[in-house]
């Protein structure tokens, strides 16, 4: 019997019939094909070289870059100063329980099935923070403290971006609703403060927080600068999701508040049970839009002397013992900025998938 | 709706001013004692000057600078906390009390002495500005430099410097003007300009960061005095003495030959110069309000002025800078510094 099945015609299945459908279809798809894959060729070479096969990875000191390609040793040499800022040695144990921490969090919500992974996300979202809080400034549970003016590198970056965005969301979506409100006060209240901080810079922001706002401040009563900025981006952020959210809010149809209202619900239960898991839904992807963004934006902290990941590379990629490492550093920054981006990208894609309810055409 | 605006404007200034005027009870060196360190302003990383390490420690000359001040009043060169800063919120940092002293290559000029609350306590480093220009444009001396291309960095006084100086020879040159450092080197390297000008403290490393680094040269033109130094805040005399006679205790212990290797042989010299300035002898450091050792420990754990300049931006460094303008003045420089008696 098996003699009998006939194996479909070459042109219409495997490698060489996806190539002629997808690539040689016509004549233009085959000039752009030919134009495509020549710039490839020229450039995957070159750049493949200079990032791995000419680079040089191990020795002690600038001099063993001998390479055409990276100097990646300056990287690795300088990786604990990157990643932990001037955070003292032998405390770092505690940033690393924090990595720890946050990847037990939010990794398993990529693996199905994973046990409990709600109750992680929701440690995440929560405990983590709290942890965090004790750990990392220390100064409690006999714990060293450690000043935030020694905080820098990755870890900063990732706390700042963190805090930014678990703040940001509740603030915002309290701000959404108070300009969607009945009461004229808290309306206004609300549409001024959207509208003040959405028409300021970040820069602007942070040059107050850092430059204006201490000499308002009686001498000696000093904020931390990162508590300053800190501040001043969480209220900035919180205006744009505060739009965003808006936005959802205003998708949901009126019959939803209607059939809320006949229901008998309270505002904070027509709020919570009907319109706000319909309208978060809904806008997801600007959600993640403004979180990705925001986490990019942490750069600007650079302005105002803090040291982010790209602060303690720019830094350091001027030592006159380093020939030229500029290129090394920005690219390591980009490649660390690339993974959490797009980690978070990926996670909004799934969570929009799981959630949807077929509502989309 | 503006004027209300101003006068609320208005307002919080004058509050601002009198709580600042009420909380300021406490001078300087009491506060630095009770916290416990010191809280010193310098750059986000410039090299020689003020640099994190791969271990995150910081070094350079300014950094240097406010580790003696630690260790005359701490006995501790580690009692010290290191807050990086931008150009333009430098000043504030020290106005608002955030950092006790700025060591940040600051050029002490008029307008910032006099007019902004600030003492100037000395100099730690004559700098000035300078030329790194291609060999293959032929020029010996900066007047030769009549409608040359000249990369610069934005935003520093060294623009300001640049035109000033051209119009005063009447020359005329075509600015190209970089965000950072690392972009005015490339723009130099690729031939987009004929000359790079900036800090001379600075043209040395720039040039070894180029392909060729025999391809350039350094003019012998200075065109600008940029004298750098510590800062305090103006109205706190006590603190602005003892800044000012730390920096002075390591120039006279140089000059002296006193150094961190035969500090403790030193101790008992005869010379009562020496004996003064180490503490043996007279109560220098009560006049200043620090132990009377101040002087033995400064050198003992930072080095004399000598030490501390060739440590991080000396010949054999990486920025390879004679000492030149820096030298003593029985050596052909300007450092000098009132005796200590």
Known sequence: MAESVIKPPKKQLGPVAWMRMHLFSSWYNTLLTLIVGYLLVTSVGPVLNWLLLDADFKGSDPSDCTGAGACWLFINQRLNFFIYGFYPNELQWRIDVMFALLALSFVPQFIENFPGRKWLGIFGMTGLPVVGYVLIPGGSFGLEAVDSAKWGGLTLTLIIAYIGIIASLPIGILLALGRRSDMPIIRGLCVVFIEVWRAVPLITVLFMASVMLPLFLPEGMNFEKLMRALIGITLWQSAYMAEVIRGGLQAIPRGQYEAADALGLGYWKKTGLIILPQALKMVIPGIVNTFIALFKDTTLVLIIGLFDILGTVQSTITDPAWQNVAVEGYVFVAFCFWVFCFGISRYSQKLERKLDTGHKS | ?341
């Open chain 2, 1 to 341: 709706m503006n004027n209300a605006k101003s006068i609320a404007v208005g307002a919080a200034l004058i509050l601002g001013a009198f709580t600042a005027s009420t909380a300021s009870a406490a001078t300087t060196l009491e506060s630095v004692k009770e916290k416990g360190h010191l809280q010193c302003g310098v750059t986000s990383g410039l090299p020689g000057f003020s640099q994190p390490d791969e271990n995150g420690n910081w070094t350079g000359i300014d950094v240097d600078t406010c580790r003696a001040v630690a260790v005359a009043i701490f006995g501790d060169a580690k009692a010290v906390q290191f807050t990086p800063l931008t150009a333009k919120e430098r000043l504030t940092a020290l106005q608002s009390g955030e950092i006790d002293i700025l060591s940040r290559n600051t050029t002490w000029t008029l307008t910032r002495d006099a007019s902004l609350g600030l003492n100037f306590t000395g100099v730690n480093y004559y700098d000035g500005q300078g030329f790194l220009i291609n060999k293959g444009i032929g020029v010996d001396d900066a007047t030769q430099l009549d409608g040359a291309t000249v990369c610069i960095q934005a935003g520093t006084t060294t623009e300001l410097n640049l035109a000033d100086y051209f119009r005063a020879k009447g020359m005329e040159f075509k600015p190209i003007v970089f965000d950072t450092s690392e972009q005015t080197v490339q723009g130099f390297a690729s031939g987009r300009c004929d000359v790079l000008t900036s800090d001379r403290s600075q043209l040395a490393a720039l040039r070894s960061k180029l392909a060729d680094p025999s391809s350039a040269k350094i003019l012998p033109n200075t065109i600008s005095k940029e004298p750098l130094g510590p800062v305090v805040r103006q109205g706190d005399d006590q603190w602005f003495n003892i800044v000012k006679w730390v920096l002075f205790t390591q120039i006279n212990a140089e000059e002296l030959g006193v150094t961190m290797d035969n500090v403790d042989d030193m101790l008992k010299s005869d010379n009562p110069n020496i004996q003064r300035l180490l503490g043996t002898d007279g109560d220098m450091g009560a006049k200043l309000g620090v132990p009377a050792d101040f002087g033995y420990k400064v050198v003992k754990q930072v080095g004399n002025y000598g030490e501390m300049y060739n440590r991080n931006v000396g010949p054999d460094t990486a920025l390879g800078l004679d000492r030149g303008l820096n030298a003593l003045w029985t050596d052909g420089g300007i450092m000098y510094a009132p005796p200590v008696r």
